[in-house]
Nanobody, 113 residues
């Protein structure tokens, strides 16, 4: 069973940056990967995805601020988050796209002054 471990979250002031990392137990060669987030009281949403040829797509509200990237071997996915806003506060998860594996524990991102 694939295991996902997210890290890199924390408390940051508005306008700040964080880099999230996700390690995958095994290669992700040939697999689309994505970052999702879930804010308190809201449904989980897709933030960014990256294809096998590294084509990317982003949620409108993070375009120009977030950058997703990947390493296939060993499997890892990253999310560089710049110009963070309070509305980016959420637990962030990585996973397969679109057919999610079991979810990891996520990493908390809190944007607050």
């Amino acid at each position: 069973q694939v295991q996902l471990v997210e890290s890199g979250g924390g408390l940051v002031q508005p306008g700040g940056s964080l880099r999230l990392s996700c390690t995958v137990s095994g290669t992700i060669f040939g697999i689309y990967m994505a970052w999702y987030r879930q804010a308190p009281g809201k449904q989980r949403e897709l933030v960014a995805r990256i294809t096998t040829d590294r084509s990317t797509k982003y949620l409108d509200s993070v375009k120009g601020r977030f950058t997703i990237s990947r390493d296939n071997v060993p499997g890892a996915v990253y999310l560089q988050m710049d110009s963070l806003k309070p509305e980016d506060t959420a637990v962030y998860y990585c996973n397969n796209y679109p057919n999610a594996w079991s979810w990891g524990q996520g990493t908390q991102v809190t944007v607050s002054s």
